[in-house]
């Protein structure tokens, strides 16, 4: 606890990782997966099922005069809270972290309903943890980035190359029926944009599905969602599309997309029904059937691919995967060829085009230039970081959104504004009810919520505002469509926002 203070409370991202490193030499071996999550901010437990009503009420009147929680002891009693379900869950949630509460001190009650509400502000972002691990480890800062990223698992990393070093990283490689975060993507301004930065590049329809990777070993099939979850038992025809490869070993990346009767894609929010919670899976397969389109090959027959240039990986795809089974693709350094690849997948209801280097190795986890982006309009990913309740015939719905973009640099998010456009009366009851389970406080108007759900956003332009933190505000945003699959962690940033003002203020202001 003290170390997140002082981490919260220093200035410098060398002094912050300084403190980290410190900690991290002289944490028990046991205790270091622990450590090292909780000073990323993140509990073990996937989803605590707390929120801010039940936090309260739970918190004591008073606090220990003593130290003496164990990290140990901590997630135990937080895997107790994750396990309460049902009925009367919300009680058996109270009691136990009533009991942790009391056990701890003013500082550490602090700390815990941070880490438990997700609202720990400390500075300590996982980018500056991982360079402590390497640090505090003796490894390679890339190194470490390289394992966290395959293994989709900074705590465990951390464990390992602290306990056993170099050796330790060994086991965090890509590896059957073991999930590795995706390759993302920038975005680029258009395709004259696309090429200057990439040259002849590899471009690739843009769909509108949800990501999946599919694992396969024998007869044996696994596809696992963008978030790493196991989704196997949701998507039967992807099962049987892959099983019929002839391939005996293999991982594939790609898009799952449910298709209308005559063959267009469905918009994103209704092929994500076919992964919904409670799944009538033979219904939903005749209702709404998925086509699977793959664009890369991460393993195959025994080796990892991943280092291997995109053009070669695209090779062994196609020698392995049918034609009717792939993204459709054009290699090209022609922006008029681009521009018309381009208008042929928005003609054929899709999102728009992505350009790939050649020589690209696929960095799992990381978001990089090497892959781009082209949209027809400007949207960006942005975390809800509040809601105001709506009136007239919106009342008892929260509606108005406050949007945020991340901030790399100094932690959190900037809010950029509001928007209650696009929403549906649909999309009001779902976020009304999604956001209920986030809040983290309120007062007579507005809602406050975990910055956890993740929504699109398309706007006409970004301008400069004095009304914001940032400085900046979206135009005319409205609400394109939420974004489940995506963590708050994969949301666009701030410098990215400024990068589209800049680009605007650039070519002059836009006809009215």
């Known amino acids: 606890m003290e170390t997140s203070r002082r981490v919260s409370e220093a200035g410098g991202r060398l002094d912050k990782i300084g403190l980290l490193t410190a900690l991290l030499r002289t944490a028990p071996p046991h205790e270091v997966e622990l450590a090292t999550a909780y000073l990323c901010g993140v509990t073990r437990q996937d989803r605590l099922g707390v929120g801010w009503a039940v936090l309260q009420s739970a918190m004591p009147d008073g606090a220990a005069p003593g130290a003496s929680l164990e990290l140990a002891e901590v997630n135990e009693m937080l895997r107790s809270v994750a396990a309460a379900i049902g009925s009367g869950s919300a009680a058996r949630k109270r009691e136990i972290l009533g009991r942790l509460l009391a056990r701890a001190t003013a500082e550490e009650q602090r700390f815990l309903a941070g880490l438990?509400?997700?609202?720990?502000?400390?500075?300590?972002?996982?980018?500056?943890?991982?360079d402590a691990v390497a640090r505090a480890s003796g490894i390679a800062p890339a190194r470490v980035r390289r394992a966290a990223m395959l293994a989709g698992d900074l705590p465990a990393v951390a464990a390992a190359a602290l306990a056993d070093g170099e050796a330790g990283l060994a086991q965090f490689s890509i590896q059957l029926f073991q999930p590795v975060l995706p390759m993302l993507a920038d975005t680029a301004e258009d395709e004259d944009a696309a090429l200057a930065a990439l040259g002849e590049a590899a471009l690739e329809y843009?769909?509108?599905?949800?990501?999946?990777?599919?694992?396969?070993?024998?007869?044996?099939?696994?596809?696992?969602?963008?978030?790493?979850?196991?989704?196997?038992?949701?998507?039967?025809?992807?099962?049987?599309?892959v099983r019929a490869l002839p391939a005996r070993e293999i991982i594939l990346d790609g898009e799952a997309v449910a298709l209308q009767e005559n063959g267009r894609p469905h918009p994103f929010q209704i092929t994500m029904r076919r992964f919904g919670r409670r799944l009538d899976v033979e219904r939903l397969r005749s209702e709404l059937p998925l086509c699977s389109q793959f664009f890369d090959v991460l393993y195959h027959e025994g080796s990892s691919l991943l280092d291997e240039?995109?053009?070669?990986?695209?090779?062994?795809?196609?020698?392995?995967?049918p034609a009717a089974l792939v993204v459709p693709r054009l290699v090209t350094a022609s922006s008029d060829a681009a521009r018309a690849f381009m208008r042929a997948a928005l003609t054929q209801g899709h999102e728009g085009i992505m350009a790939?280097?050649?020589?690209?190795?696929?960095?799992?986890?990381?978001?990089?230039?090497?892959?781009?982006?082209?949209k027809a309009a400007d949207t960006l990913d942005l975390v809800i970081l509040a809601a105001e309740w709506g009136h007239g015939r919106r009342r008892g719905w929260l509606s108005n959104l406050?949007?945020?973009?991340?901030?790399?640099?100094?932690?959190?998010f900037v809010m950029l504004g509001k928007t209650f456009k696009g929403l549906t009366d649909a999309r009001l009851a779902w976020q009304t009810e999604k956001l209920l389970g986030l809040e983290i406080g309120r007062d007579a108007y507005t809602v406050h919520v975990r910055p956890e759900l993740?929504?699109?956003?398309?706007f006409n332009d970004v301008q400069t505002s004095p009304h914001y933190p940032g400085g900046v505000a979206l135009r005319f945003a409205r609400v394109k469509r939420f974004r489940p699959d995506k963590t708050a962690a994969e949301a666009d940033t701030i410098a990215a926002v400024r990068a589209i003002q800049l680009r605007s203020l650039a070519m002059g202001p836009a006809d009215e």
Do not use: C, F
């Open 402 to 412: 406050h949007l945020g973009a991340r901030d790399p640099e100094a932690g959190g």
């Open 356 to 374: 790939k280097a050649l020589d690209a190795t696929y960095e799992a986890g990381r978001r990089g230039a090497r892959w781009l982006k082209l």
């Open 454 to 458: 993740v929504v699109e956003v398309a």
């Open 206 to 241: 843009k769909l509108d599905g949800a990501r999946v990777q599919v694992h396969k070993q024998g007869d044996d099939v696994r596809v696992y969602s963008r978030r790493l979850n196991d989704v196997t038992v949701a998507v039967p025809e992807l099962v049987e599309s």
């Open 309 to 321: 240039p995109l053009g070669h990986r695209s090779r062994a795809l196609r020698n392995v995967v």
């Open 116 to 130: 438990i509400m997700g609202e720990l502000r400390q500075g300590a972002l996982e980018g500056v943890v991982t």
